[in-house]
């Protein structure tokens, strides 16, 4: 989720902008924009004031890599948590938009971790050995390939 407020929108130098990009590189497949502290507008809730916000941060989000399909936009005010679990009745016009709970369940869960052939007791082993560095690269990939092999076989 990014969490953004209509008095700190982003910059283009601000670490935000880092990290939308880093999301991006490492497969980040969704991004949320909450657009919180919608009670602080004047008027209160006003829908103007989201939709503008919303719109200054999808240009950032879009200028990472984010397609339009893959970002949503959601009004909110978690400090006193409206539109956050259930619809805000100060904001029916954010109805379309859904909450924050349902644009969470909206991102698709990460992969389950897939096991790492190595065990730290092979790592402190070969670390206590008196090799060079190319050695010990050398028996890291010779035990990495025969993990292979029976990972293959079995």
Aim: aromatic content about 10%; proline content about 11%.
């Amino acid at each position: 989720m990014l969490p953004v407020t209509l008095e700190e929108l982003p910059k283009p130098d601000s670490v935000l902008i880092k990290q939308l990009k880093a999301a991006k590189e490492n497969g980040v497949p969704k991004i949320v924009i909450g657009v919180n502290k919608m009670d602080q507008t004047t008027p209160s809730y006003d829908q103007a004031k989201f939709v503008s916000c919303s719109d200054e941060t999808l240009k950032w989000v879009l200028g990472a890599g984010f397609q339009p399909h893959q970002v949503k936009s959601i009004p909110m005010t978690a400090n006193i948590i409206r539109n956050v679990f259930e619809d805000s009745e100060e904001m029916p016009w954010a109805r379309p938009y859904g909450t924050l709970l349902q644009a969470m369940k909206w991102i698709p869960s990460p992969p389950p971790p897939v096991p790492h052939p190595f065990d730290g007791k092979i790592y402190f082993a070969l670390a206590t050995l008196p090799l060079n560095y190319d050695a010990l690269v050398r028996i890291q990939y010779s035990f990495h390939k025969h993990h292979l092999l029976l990972m293959q076989e079995s």
